[in-house]
């Protein structure tokens, strides 16, 4: 008679712990499954005779993004607090050693910077905190060449979480100019904001986005976003939206301040005090959405061309 196996788990021991990976893949976690994407994007990132074509961040930072996925899903799904204080350090050590690099090299940063609109630093409540940030953005010369609009030289800026309109063009424009620099063959050699990351779901496949051929086609010529052509970007936008939020948008809850507010109502007849919709409500707010959202295209587009 065959003795059964015992399915008691032996305790790890201290070098199981501190191996990167078990031996066998079907014992890895979700963990270590998001730790070798990160470690895939960390390994054809590099510059080297071994890799002379390396993948350029709008590649590889998505699968490096997964491991912060995981990160955050622990935290807001699981109460990890353990994944909470993990993340915590792994983001000190990442902001102090920035900012260390930034302050011994500036010059090896600011091609980076200058392109960028925000940039990883530290917060708190000491005074010293805000001028070194001030200093460290002008020393980097950081959104000098940023393709949106930003507060630079005392200007005034769009406000990105203002309204779920400027969020949503936000999204749209860095979907979009992912597939104009793919059209247009604008690799690595150019510095990207790193506001251009796509979703992983639509990294290959610009249909995916919901643009049709003709579309597609306008890809290939259209020029970075400015106060001149934001109406042609949005030509682009649109059937993007459209194809994320569904051809009923205008249910969606974020745009649930339209129905509940009066500018879309009327008063009921023989009823003081009580209003009802409009009849045409429906299509008024379809129309106002699609128009907000125009405008938050030129008000994030840049007021002079990146120089």
Not at 197 to 203: E, G, S
């Amino acid at each position: 008679m065959k003795k059964s196996k015992s399915k008691t788990k032996t305790a790890k021991s201290i070098a199981d712990l501190w191996a990167p990976f078990p031996q066998k893949i079907e014992d890895w976690t979700k963990e270590d499954h998001a730790l070798e994407m990160l470690l895939r994007g960390l390994r054809v990132s590099p510059r080297s005779s071994a890799n002379p074509l390396p993948l350029p961040p709008m590649l590889y930072v998505p699968a490096m993004k997964m491991f912060f996925d995981w990160f955050a899903s622990e935290v807001t799904k699981n109460e990890n607090q353990d994944a909470a204080e993990r993340l915590y350090h792994l983001t000190l050590l990442s902001v102090n050693n920035l900012f260390e690099a930034c302050h011994a090299k500036p010059e090896i940063f600011r091609p980076i910077a200058r392109h960028q609109v925000y940039w990883p630093s530290m917060i708190g409540w000491g005074a010293d905190v805000e001028r070194t940030n001030k200093e460290l953005m002008k020393m980097l010369k950081l959104s000098d060449a940023a393709p949106l609009n930003t507060a630079r030289g005392g200007r005034k800026s769009f406000s990105l979480l203002g309204s779920p309109e400027t969020q949503i063009a936000c999204s749209l424009w860095g979907a979009v100019e992912f597939f104009r620099r793919e059209e247009q063959g604008i690799y690595s050699g150019d510095p990207a904001c790193s506001l251009v990351m796509p979703d992983l779901p639509d990294i290959h496949d610009v249909r995916k986005l919901g643009l049709t051929d003709e579309h597609i086609q306008k890809l290939k010529s259209l020029q970075p976003l400015s106060r001149r052509n934001f109406g042609e970007w949005w030509k682009l936008g649109e059937p993007a939206f459209i194809h994320r939020y569904g051809k009923d948008f205008e249910n969606h809850k974020e745009f649930s301040s339209y129905w509940n507010g009066d500018a879309y109502k009327e008063d009921v007849p023989g009823k003081p005090g009580q209003k009802c919709l409009v009849q045409n409500a429906r299509a008024l707010i379809r129309r106002d959405i699609k128009k907000r959202i125009q405008q938050a295209f030129r008000s994030i587009a840049p007021k002079s061309p990146p120089v």
